[in-house]
């Protein structure tokens, strides 16, 4: 691998794994302080199982956001998220079912930065963590004990 290339990749993946992570645990946690306010939003954009789905979405949001963040079974949280982010979105952003007068442009501009940030989770979940992470340590670990 070309020097320039590997010396971008550890902190790229790195920061790209905080920030990712980060995305899904900081609002995890304020969907608990703001619990009721969720509850009447998800039931607005008509969202079934509001009782089961909120407490499940949270417990996702911030348990898959730390492990990213961690690097911990990076491949199959960052999967997880990703499928997590299209069904938010198909949710709680449907531009394309908004009401007239609805705002068609913030919640088409929502959708379409949840695919992107799908894609970066998608591309998280093929790539893996990188060398400064949980899963690098154990395959090493791993390795050393064969």
Not at 115 to 129: K, N
Request: aromatic share 12%; hydrophobic share 50%; proline share 3%.
């Amino acid at each position: 691998m070309h020097k320039i290339t590997k010396l971008l990749e550890l902190p790229s993946l790195l920061l790209g794994r905080f920030l990712l992570g980060a995305y899904f645990t900081i609002p995890g946690v304020q969907k608990i302080t703001q619990y009721e306010f969720m509850m009447q939003y998800m039931s607005k954009h008509g969202v079934p199982f509001i009782d089961v789905l909120l407490p499940v979405t949270i417990i996702l949001e911030i348990l898959l956001g730390l492990v990213v963040i961690f690097g911990f079974k990076t491949k199959l949280s960052a999967f997880l998220l990703a499928g997590i982010t299209l069904l938010i979105s198909m949710y709680m952003h449907n531009f394309w079912d908004l009401p007239d007068g609805a705002d068609v442009v913030h919640e088409t501009q929502n959708f379409f930065k949840n695919m992107a940030i799908m894609a970066g989770l998608l591309v998280l979940s093929a790539r893996g963590a990188g060398e400064f992470s949980i899963d690098n340590w154990r395959s090493q670990r791993k390795r050393n004990l064969a």
